[in-house]
């Protein structure tokens, strides 16, 4: 386990319960004041406040302050000179120009202490909590009282321009000087961050006492700008001894400038990050990185979000550019064994292409927090001069065999070099890489294109590690490895099988072969668990071969095999060739054969106007609806689809379902009829179309509607024709009505408006049989004829006729 790991348990067992990963800073209510109560434990050196918190100029306005400064200074006497509280401070202040950093300040009389902080926080947009702090921390303004209080406490209020081994510059003295300048110059820093000498997003070694380079230092990776800024106001952090005394004192090596930032931002507003982010950062090392080949390199290491279980992402940078990404997600039982709440899912290791030559290469874990930065886990120099290079573009199985193929050369010398291939450790073959490949030539143009190899090696049945090493010539200092690959000999046949029923026979095809082999293989056929036939699959199937590389397209067989009728299963097996003995089955189908159709012709009644026939019919041989023919007196009439829902069917039949009823009406002269139906078999066959059914039945003599045209009139170009008709065959049923004028065809319409008189005389029939027509004539004298039309096809009688003038 590496000493950073150890480290890291250590840290993480002050800051949060191991059974817990979320870790949560107390958020106080800004204006109450509250005994201190902030964990140093949670002090996190290189993010120490948020840029979201730290650049918020609108954060408190002018009466928060000034509420919070006479919270705060309650009890305040003022000094024995006469300075004054800081609730009860006022200065006339000067006017700011505007500039790129801050939008200027406006000139006042007696302006209290509150309202000079709140219009500097917002001219130059740093948080007015910031700069209460600040005062706080400088010269503890906002707690002073009596004889604490004195003038110098006001002049030098940020202590800005007062270096710990100068005096102050008289340039900056006053309130709203040190207040203004202090402001402005945070965006300074931010807006030069080069020109400081701490910076946001590196790594660097931080003091402990910046008077005191003997007390040392320790590297601190520096999150954001505010964080940055504060230690460029503020050159030093808090040692060991500083955190653990709180407020108090530690020792000689001890420094409080930013510890006392930070306990007094937590204990006065909560805490120093926005609500959402996450003051953690991920932790992990960067453990190894070595020269793989002269183009690669091997990066390993490993890396924990504490706001977080799950794995995270790594970047990696090669001198100073992105290059490569991967999830720690590897398994290490050493980080799993130091953090058990995370677990061991927290390991990186990856190869990453580089330029010959010494690289510094660089690794950043990817922060899942919101608003947080990406700390570097390390970084460290590699040298690839003087080892080969090369590529493992292709292991494959062909014919039993592992076949590969690449490139390697090295960069000492033109000449062609050997490979090496090792099969499961052991040496197995050699190749030299001598081969034409221009490609390689125009990368490598001083080494030529003669860089090529391929190479044949034995398997053993199941999966194989093949490794391949360029065997180094010149200055390098080790044989690189190409690459190992996992190659997989299958000595089982494989394939695939379908199974379709039909009249007579069963239909089957599918593809077989060995791995082992591109020639084509026997298949066997068992049928109901007993031999049938054998085949070979010896057909093109393009898909195949897409699917096994190598193998050809010859590997597929289609047949049929004429059965009884009935259910069948049918079952194939490839017959195995070279290694191995088994002669896998490679799928079985059911076939259902000729079976015929069934059902029912349940109903067969007449009226005076129809002929209904109701039954149900199916086909096992599928779910689907079947036809029904339809014949009358012997004669072909019609056909019907059974598909109307028959619950009662789908229980008897519930692989068919419900949906193989048939119910219609036949329209049929008067007499007496022999209605016969008939099931159609799906598969035909020597089972024909099975009957479902006969029955005789009688049609009465239609009767003729009866109705009234009971008045025409004219209205604007039309005659208006009004009465009643129906139909005593289908009563209820509206019927058509027809209308001529002169003789000739006028219109028709369906006579249903609503008549009581005719529903209170004709009981049964209901009410909706009137009609009333708007046909168009030409000026002059017309006869207007209406017809009651038969729903049965029989006599279509006169309603009446009436001469009109208009």
Known sequence: MTRLVIRLVAGLLGLVALSGLVLVADSPAPLVDVTPAADTGQFTPGNIISDAVFFDGDGMSVDDVRAFIELKGMNCKAGADGTPCLKDFRQDTTARAADSFCTGYGAGVAEPAALIIAKAALSCNISPKVLLVMLQKEQSLVTNSGSSLYARRYRE??????????????????????????????????????????????????????????????????????????????????????????????????????????????????????????????????????????????????????????????????????????????????????????????????????????????????????????????????????????????????????????????????????????????????????????????????????????????????????????????????????????????????????????????????????????????????????????????????????????????????????????????????????????NPQIGCGSALVGVPAVGNLEQVTATRASVRVKGWALDPDTAAPVDVHIYVDGAFHSVLRADADRPDVGAAYPAAGAGHGFDTALVLAPGRHSICAFAINVLGGTTGNPPLGCRDVTVPASVAPQGSLDAVDVSAGHAVARGWVYDPDVPTTPIAVHFYVDGAWAGQLLAEEPRPDVAAAVPGAGELHGFTAYLPVSPGRHTVCAYGIDTAGGTNPSLGCAVVTR
């Open 157 to 582: 209020a940020m202590g800005y321009a007062c270096p710990d081994t100068a005096p102050c510059d008289p340039a900056y003295n006053g309130f709203q000087n040190q207040v203004y300048s202090a402001a402005r110059r945070f965006q300074v820093y931010k807006a030069n961050p080069t020109s400081y000498g701490y910076r946001a997003g590196r790594t660097q070694d931080i003091l402990f006492q910046a008077n005191k380079p003997e007390c040392g230092s320790s590297p601190v990776y520096i999150q954001n700008q505010a964080t940055a800024g504060l230690y460029v106001y503020t050159p030093y952090q808090p040692n060991a001894a500083a955190l653990r005394a709180g407020y108090g004192t530690g020792d000689a090596c001890s420094a409080y400038g930013n510890r006392n930032f930070w306990l007094y931002f937590t204990d006065w507003f909560g805490s120093t990050q926005a609500p959402g982010e996450s003051p953690w950062q991920p932790v992990g090392a960067l453990d190894q990185v070595s020269a793989r080949t002269g183009d690669s390199v091997d990066v390993r290491g490993w890396t924990v979000d504490p706001d977080t279980a799950e794995p995270i992402d790594v970047h990696v940078y090669v001198d100073g550019q992105p290059r490569s990404s991967t999830r720690a997600d590897v398994a290490r039982a050493d980080v799993a064994a130091a953090l058990p709440a995370w677990g061991a899912g927290h390991g990186f290791q990856l190869t990453v292409p580089v330029t010959q030559g010494v690289r510094q290469v660089c690794v950043y874990a990817i922060n899942v927090a919101k608003g947080a930065n990406n700390p570097v886990l390390g970084c460290m120099t590699v040298d690839t001069r003087g080892l080969p290079v090369g590529s493992v573009e292709r292991a494959v199985v062909t014919e039993g065999q592992g076949v590969l193929r690449g490139w390697a050369l090295d960069p000492d010398t033109a000449a062609p070099l050997d490979v090496h291939v090792y099969v499961n450790g052991t040496w197995t073959a050699k190749a030299v890489a001598g081969d034409d490949r221009p490609d390689v030539g125009a990368v490598y143009p001083a080494a030529g294109p003669a860089h090529g190899w391929s190479v044949t090696v034995p398997l053993r049945p199941g999966q194989n590690q093949v490794c391949v090493y360029a065997i180094n010539v010149g200055s390098g200092a080790k044989n690189p490895e190409l690459a190992c690959r996992l190659v997989d000999l299958q000595v089982v046949p494989q394939g695939d099988v379908q199974v379709t029923g039909g009249a007579s026979a069963a239909s089957i095809s599918g593809w077989a072969l060995d791995p082992e082999t591109a020639a084509p293989v026997d298949v066997h056929l068992y049928v109901d668990g007993q031999w049938a036939t054998a085949l070979t699959a010896d057909r093109e199937r393009p898909d195949v071969a897409a699917a096994f590389t190598g193998l050809g397209v010859r590997h597929g067989f289609a047949t049929s095999l004429a059965l009884a009728p009935g259910p069948h299963q049918v079952c194939a097996y490839a017959i195995n060739v070279r290694q191995g003995t088994a």
